[in-house]
C-alpha cells in the first residue's frame, strides 16, 4: 500500500471524518429503506456480487426484483 503524507491541517481530518459518518448514516438509512421494498443488500467478494435476501439468505443469483 502507498503512504500518503499527513497533512498540516488538522481541521481537514476533522471535516473528512464528518463527511464520512454522514455518508455511513445515509447508507445505513438507504439500506433499511431497501429492506422495507423486498430490495436485497449487496456485496462483492473475490470478483463476485452477492445478495442478501431479507431471510438472510446469501445467493449469486439475482432476486426477481433484481431483474428485469
Request: proline content about 6%.
Amino acid at each position: 500500500m502507498k503512504e500518503v503524507k499527513k497533512f498540516s491541517n488538522d481541521k481537514l481530518y476533522i471535516e473528512l471524518v464528518t463527511i464520512i459518518r454522514i455518508a455511513n448514516k445515509a447508507v445505513k438509512k438507504a439500506k433499511e429503506e431497501n429492506l422495507k421494498f423486498g430490495i436485497p443488500d449487496t456485496f462483492w467478494k473475490k470478483g463476485n456480487l452477492y445478495y442478501v435476501l431479507n431471510n438472510g439468505e446469501i445467493t449469486m443469483t439475482p432476486p426477481p426484483i433484481m431483474r428485469k
